[in-house]
């Protein structure tokens, strides 16, 4: 089994470090692995693996999410939730800084992803801290630290993903992701008001009740969409799918209906920037169907499974043990590769310690998500970077107490299961 892991898992790592993406060093893996140990891959196998590996009608809901989230963008959501955030914190020290968390925290229930977050709201933000005087590592470092929100508070992109491959309810992932969602702004505002405070950061001046309740009013429907999908998927309405087909369609009504913001062509590019973000996604899944196949002939999840129940039975342990096996993944894979590659390599030795598979979900995905502002290849880093024109050092400089915050919030979760369970428990006794 060592050789065959060896052989798998050392292509794939050769090859990204060419640097070509996922889904080529996925299949060149493939690839070696079947000229080397021929014949334990059939042909036919390998026809079937990646058909397979989209083989599930829920996936279509990945698509929609994406073209959910960028309808919203493009008709004119990300100044409302900015209007909004501005109203609640902008006269507080620092208030910029605070705004993009808060931001961040409410466009994630439309957006479902930390790169969409990131690109979307860095582009108006940054250039606005840097104008107020912030420095622009610090200002590319708090957007990307907030983006991370993004795939926990529902919809969530990551966790269809997981839900599919671990054969766990998307619906109670997504109810089990509010409340570390909003931990996870609450921790990183903790950070940012500390850093203000102690650096002197800029305040605006208070804007009024009534400004509040205006920008309140403005960004309301917006806000309605993560409870038309939460509601949806908690009531048993429609399925992951069908409710992401229904936040496309009330995207689409609110951006032209309401906020009248969205044309034609914003719309079909919208849907060309979705189709690219999904497939991205699809490519890499489809892809995996026949490498997890392949892993999981020789065995790795029942070996797995024997090592972790002989080093310990304790349910925190083996949390902790794989939350940092995930935090050390994401140094260096993205986290839809680790949540379909390693992740289901996983989940027999979590169910086999009695571990609920919804909180190792969303500990999963928010381990993952860590990985991407961690170096060397933490992309929110650079993507932010390039927003600031900041080198990408001085971003990880300036990300380590935001970076530590959410390790944090990640060990307390390990610790403390009601913090993911309590939520579903309420819907689901």
């Known amino acids: 089994m060592i ?21 080529l060093a996925m299949a060149a893996a493939t690839a070696a692995y079947t000229i080397a140990f021929w014949p334990k891959v059939p042909a036919l196998v390998i026809g079937q693996g990646f058909v397979q590996g989209l083989d599930s009608y829920s996936y279509a809901a990945i698509l929609f999410f994406f073209l959910a989230g960028e309808i ?4 004119g959501i990300s100044d409302r939730l900015l209007r909004l955030a501005q109203a609640c914190v902008g006269h507080v020290r620092g208030g910029l ?19 969409a977050d990131a690109a979307g ?20 470092a ?67 009740w009534r ?52 044309t034609v062509a914003g719309l079909w590019s919208a849907v060309r920037r979705a189709a690219v973000n999904a497939c991205a996604v699809l490519v890499v899944i489809s892809v995996a169907g026949l490498f997890v196949w392949i892993v999981g002939n020789m065995g790795v999840a029942r070996a797995l499974a024997a090592g972790i129940g002989d080093l310990s039975a304790d349910p925190v342990v083996v949390l902790a043990l794989f939350s940092v096996v995930l935090l050390v993944a994401g140094l260096v894979l993205e986290p839809v590769t680790i949540l379909v590659v390693l992740v289901p390599l996983m989940v027999p030795a979590v169910a086999a310690a009695g571990i609920d598979l919804v909180q ?8 993952t998500l860590i990985g991407l502002i961690t170096p060397p290849v933490g992309f929110l880093i650079f993507l932010t970077a390039v927003q600031a024109g900041a080198s990408a050092l001085s971003v990880v400089r300036e990300l380590a107490p935001f970076l530590l915050a959410l390790v944090l919030l990640l060990a307390a979760l390990v610790v403390f299961p009601p913090l993911t369970l309590w939520l579903p428990s309420q819907f689901w006794p």
């Open 121 to 140: 709201i860095g582009s108006i933000l940054i250039p606005a801290m840097k104008r107020a005087g912030y420095s622009g590592a610090y200002a590319a």
């Open 97 to 115: 800084s605070h705004i993009n968390v808060l931001v961040s925290m409410v466009f994630a229930g439309v957006s479902g992803s930390a790169v």
């Open 72 to 75: 919203m963008n493009t008709g």
């Open 142 to 208: 708090v957007t990307a630290a907030s983006a991370t929100i993004g795939p926990v508070i529902p919809p969530s992109i990551p966790l269809v993903v997981y839900g599919l491959f671990a054969m766990t309810s998307v619906g109670k992932l997504f109810v089990a992701g509010v409340v570390p969602g909003l931990l996870m702004g609450v921790f990183l505002l903790v950070v940012s008001f500390w850093i203000s405070h102690r650096r002197g950061y800029p305040a605006r001046p208070w804007g009024g």
């Open 3 to 23: 050789a065959e892991l060896s052989v798998m898992f050392g292509t794939m790592l050769a090859v990204l470090a060419m640097g070509a993406p996922v889904f």
């Open 211 to 262: 400004e509040l309740a205006a920008a309140t009013g403005s960004a309301l429907t917006a806000l309605l969409m993560p409870v038309i999908v939460v509601v949806g998927l908690v009531g048993g309405v429609a399925t992951v799918t069908e409710v992401g087909a229904l936040a496309c369609l009330y995207a689409v009504l609110v951006s032209t209906l309401v906020y009248r913001e969205l």
């Open 360 to 367: 190792f979900g969303v500990i999963a995905v928010l381990a």
